[in-house]
């Protein structure tokens, strides 16, 4: 059974950057379906980043790939907010539409970013 396995979080400054990293076990999806939600305390889980769609919270500073030798996804953030202080979750689903509707295969365990003023 494939697992989506997470790292990179932490603490960070604002204005500061990180990069999250999320290996898969094996290469069953694309990076055409695999992406980058998070979930901030007190809100609902939301889609910010994948190949093709970025929500407008993190246009312009996260960008979002794939190195498909490695089976890892990567969601470099920069220009880092307090406001994106949250559990951050990579996501691999059926195709792109499903991940963006938040029908998810496989969730990775999450890691937490938390930016300070």
């Known amino acids: 059974q494939d697992q989506l396995v997470e790292s990179g979080g932490g603490l960070v400054q604002a204005g500061g950057s990180l990069r999250l990293s999320c290996s898969t076990s094996?290469?069953?999806?694309?990076?055409?379906?695999m992406g980058w939600f998070r979930q901030a305390p007190g809100k609902e889980r939301e889609h910010i980043a994948s190949?093709?769609w970025y929500a407008d919270s993190v246009k312009g500073r996260f960008t979002f790939s794939m190195d498909n030798a490695k089976n890892t996804v990567y969601l470099q953030m920069n220009s880092l907010k307090t406001e994106d202080t949250a559990v951050y979750y990579c996501?691999?689903?059926?195709?792109?539409?499903?991940?963006?509707?938040?029908?998810?295969?496989?969730w990775g365990q999450g890691t937490q970013v938390t930016v300070s003023s």
């Open positions: 190949l093709i």
């Open positions: 996501a691999a689903a059926a195709n792109p539409y499903a991940l963006h509707q938040g029908t998810i295969d496989i």
């Open positions: 094996r290469r069953t999806y694309s990076r055409a379906t």
